[in-house]
């Protein structure tokens, strides 16, 4: 199977580090223009696009704040300005607030809600009003058009001391689903991916030393995720040769989500 996402032009927020990095470089490896997108860290952002242009890729760094309405505006206009078009949308931007329930503060709730689901709402309609103007690209995508949702494991692992972040990820499985039903009959696929513990500098605190090694019992395959596991499952799932997967969260967690307490009779 080849996989190339020549002529498609991909948008990744949250592009700057950790997964959104990764997936924007084999995004860029697979053929594809994109859009670096960042909202405070530039300088490695600008980086990893002056990387993709090295390596004869296409690629520019955009800053934008994904929980507000206009910078998304203005994100997906600057994309369109830049490449004519709008394939693939990864909405990946995240982050963690961690509390126990009773000292969270309703700022934390707040802004891992906005960022975490708001700004998935907001640039998934900007994604979707693209595609649907720009009407179908046959000539690079069977679809008209693609959304990949980047969610969690605890979209189904509860969490305590994350309720927040919990809380966002399980209402991406309906957001993504929900859209997944209402677009698909427009050729729009729309699917997520929920990734385990992969060694990124979200979960630095709790993937080193011997809380490190506590959390690899949480995971059946016994070792930490690589970006590079998710990176290649974006470019698949972005491509054609997923094209009939379709409202689906995919899970890339080591079996993580398999509930390895049990394992031993529970
Ligand atoms: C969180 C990480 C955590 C992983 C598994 C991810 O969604 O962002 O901090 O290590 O889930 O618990």
Redesign the pocket.
Known sequence: MQISLQHQVALVTGASSGLGAGAAEALAEAGAAVVVNYNRHAEPAEALAERIRENGGKALALQADVSQEDQVEALFARTVETFGALDILLANSGL?KDAATVDMTLADWNQVLQVNLTGQFLCARAALRQFIKQGPRPWVSRAQGKIIHMS???QLIP?AGHAN?AAS?GAIDLLMRSIAQEVGGQGIRVNAIA???IKTA??QD??QGEKGQRLLELIPQGRLGEVQDIANAVVWLASDASDYIHGTTLFIDGG?SLYPGFKDNG
């Open positions: 963690q969690s494991v605890h969490w972040y990820k990734p385990g513990a979200i979960n709790t993937t993580m």
